[in-house]
């Protein structure tokens, strides 16, 4: 089975930064999708970002692009999400997600496309 789990979220103050990580197992397709999505009280869930399974292409919605980074890290395993220059609107819990299919455009903005989810870590910026 596919797990992925989800941490190093905190508090933070606006302006700082934060770094966030996705531990995977299980996921042996050459071909996915690794997601990371939010939620703030009160709000549906909306895509952050998303990466290939091999690191080459990243897609960012237009509210973090130049603040936030996805990258897979030095193991296979782990996909990082670094937070800079955190807004208090960016306060929410963070997911990340997998899906066992490769970037489609079109569908990686949609919460449906991941099969497999890990427990959210919470962000929490301050002013």
């Known amino acids: 089975d596919v797990q992925l789990q989800a941490s190093g979220g905190g508090l933070v103050q606006a302006g700082g930064s934060l770094r966030l990580s996705c531990a995977i197992s299980?996921?042996?397709?050459?071909?996915?999708?690794i997601g990371w999505f939010r939620q703030a009280p009160g709000k549906e869930r909306e895509m952050v970002g998303c990466?290939?399974?091999?690191?080459?292409?990243?897609s960012y919605r237009d509210s973090v692009k130049g603040r936030f980074t996805i990258s897979r890290g030095n193991a296979e395993n782990t996909v990082t999400l670094q937070l800079n220059s955190l807004k208090s609107e960016d306060t929410a819990v963070y997911y990340c997600a997998a899906s066992q299919s490769r970037m489609i455009q079109s569908s990686v903005g949609v919460a449906t496309f991941y099969e497999f989810w890990g427990q959210g870590t919470q962000v929490t910026v301050s002013s």
């Open positions: 990466i290939s399974s091999d690191g080459d292409y990243t």
């Open positions: 299980g996921l042996t397709k050459p071909d996915h999708t």
